[in-house]
């Protein structure tokens, strides 16, 4: 008894309750907790933040890449002769819900454009949270203009008869007007008609066939890729880019003039096919189409019926025949003849037909003049070239 009761103070002392340990390791527990939420939180936000800013750079990256594609899917062609060597410009575009490009233009030479567009997108419900990204883009663009094998004012794959009338000059020609326009374009001298060894040029009348020389064969006359290849470009690809298409040919009258917009008079109408641009000078012209040489193509015969003016390149699967008082500047390439016309065509530049069925023969006749004009040709070629990258390093992200 004595033993027991010596322990028992032990006993209680051991027993007796620890205040405060508990809530120690509540509070310990608390703060680890809060720790380990806190960090979880700012992990979270921090992947929000990642998330947010990786889509907003790759919105802003996509619109400057759109911007630059934009460019050359619809370039106008409007820069190719207005614009000076190291001038520039701008052009905006908006992306609905994406963000906003701005691409500027800077000709580098005659034949080739710097071209950055400058992407823009952000993302976030606020403006304290919003998130905006810059991305620049950069590229090479070169005109890709056609080389024409045009060695006369008219080469044939077959015979040609000038009769009537008829003039054909080789001499190179300026157009009325044009001089300011053919300063830098050097004169070269061409023969008036251009045919295959064995076939035969004929005048009759009041006809007359002048050039240096006149008259002349030339094996490339025969090659039929003298009419169907133009250097970078193809019968296949100029007829795919056409401005104007007459899907069967035809038979078009007087309506044939350039046209600029009723409620924006400075601006040419190139949604009018009747408009093929202003190759005429001086008071009563349309100056906004002095630039504009589209590409025209007839699948099927065509006639034009005078009077009537345009510029360019015409594309015609089949004859032309010309009839009135009708006038071309530039290039007019067809796969068979050139037909017999009535009045007093005029053609500045070159005509180019292929002779597709052998036995027919090109018939120049009436008061038709056809003359051999570099200049005529060289701004139709360049005024109506598509861009395309360069080959080398032509695309580069500058950030």
């Known amino acids: 008894m004595f033993a027991l009761s010596r322990r028992t103070p032990e006993i209680s ?13 509540a509070v310990g527990a608390l703060v680890i907790i809060g720790v380990l939420v806190a960090g979880s939180s700012f992990i979270t936000l921090q992947e929000q933040r990642l998330g947010q800013n990786s889509i ?75 998130r905006v990204a810059v991305k620049r883009v950069g590229a090479v663009l070169r005109l890709r203009i056609p080389t024409i094998r ?20 080789g001499r190179d020609s300026v157009p009325p007007g044009w001089s300011s326009d053919c300063s830098a374009i050097p004169e ?20 007359t066939v002048q050039g240096v020389p006149p008259t002349r ?27 104007v298409t007459f899907p069967t040919g035809g038979s078009i009258g007087n309506q044939v003039a350039p046209d600029s917009l009723p409620l924006l008079p400075g601006v040419c109408n190139k949604g009018n096919i009747y408009n093929w641009g202003e190759p005429w000078r001086g008071f009563g012209t349309i100056a906004p189409c002095y630039n504009y040489f589209p590409i025209i193509y007839s699948n099927g015969n065509l006639t034009l019926n005078g009077p009537g003016r345009g510029q360019g390149i015409l594309l015609v699967n089949g004859n032309v025949t010309i009839n009135g008082v009708f006038e071309w500047h530039g290039l007019i390439v067809v796969s068979n003849d050139i037909v017999r016309g009535n009045g007093s ?38 005024g109506s070239a598509q861009v395309v990258q360069a080959k080398e390093r032509a695309w580069t992200e500058l950030y």
């Open 217 to 243: 064969q030339d094996p490339l006359a025969a090659d039929q890729n003298t009419y169907i290849r133009y250097g970078d470009e193809t019968w296949n690809t100029l007829t795919s880019q056409a401005n």
């Open 150 to 169: 045009a060695e006369g004012a008219i080469t044939a794959g077959g015979n040609v008869a000038v009769r009537g009338g008829a003039t054909i000059q």
């Open 13 to 25: 002392q051991r027993l007796r309750p620890r205040r405060g340990f508990a809530m120690f390791l």
């Open 345 to 382: 065509a005029t053609v500045f530049g070159g005509v180019m037909a292929r002779n597709e069925v052998k036995a027919d023969e090109s018939l120049i006749t009436g008061a038709t003049h056809y003359n051999y004009s570099s200049c005529a040709l060289e701004r139709a070629m360049r």
């Open 56 to 130: 907003v750079q790759t919105r802003a990256f996509s619109a400057a890449e759109f911007g630059l594609n934009k460019i050359q899917a619809d370039w106008d062609k409007t820069p190719n002769l207005q614009m000076a060597n190291g001038a520039s410009f701008d052009t905006n575009y908006v992306l609905t819900g994406q963000g906003t490009a701005k691409v500027r233009y800077t000709r580098l030479n005659n034949e080739t454009f710097w071209i950055v567009s400058e992407g823009r997108a952000t993302a976030g419900n606020s403006a304290a949270a919003s």
């Open 188 to 207: 070269v001298d061409k023969a008036g008609v251009v045919v295959p060894i064995g076939s035969t040029v004929s005048t009759q009348g009041g006809s």
